[in-house]
């Protein structure tokens, strides 16, 4: 069993890539996490090895933040997760490293996830923005 904790800015999509992730489904749904959700999945290796991963679904909002750090003890990876279209949350990643840095063991796995590309490329004033 593997704890997976995404965290980052509110509204970055962390619950979106779960949802795809986890469901295979897409919601257009703007919702807030409140506190932490979790769901499982489970993952079968090519020599049938199964592994089963809790994945963990922080809330980004500013209130929820001192409750959500607490949730990363003891998690084998944490996704930083960012939207692409939003300068301040990518400018906050530093934020939320040094909390998952003050939260989690040595040994915890870091990926940051560059979220939201699809909305760039599809408006093209956010490309000029980028190229910027």
């Not at 750090?69 to 990363?72: A, E, I, K, R, V």
């Given at each position: 069993m593997f704890k997976i904790v995404i965290t980052g800015d509110s509204n970055?999509?962390?619950s979106r890539i779960?949802?795809?992730y986890t469901r295979d489904t897409f919601t257009d749904s703007n919702q807030i996490t409140i506190g932490v959700e979790f769901t499982t999945k489970f993952i079968t290796l090519d020599n049938g090895f199964?592994?089963?991963l809790q994945l963990w679904d922080t809330a980004g909002a500013e209130q929820y933040r001192s409750i959500t750090?607490?949730?990363?003890r003891g998690a084998h990876a944490v996704i930083l997760c960012y939207d692409i279209?939003?300068?301040t949350s990518f400018n906050n990643l530093d934020y939320w490293l040094q909390q998952v840095k003050y939260c989690t063991d040595k040994n915890c796995v870091l990926s940051l996830c560059a979220n939201?590309?699809?909305i760039m490329f599809n408006n093209p004033h956010l490309r000029e923005v980028v190229r910027e």
């Open positions: 970055s999509g962390k779960l949802e795809r199964v592994i089963k750090t607490s949730y990363y279209t939003n300068l939201k590309v699809d």
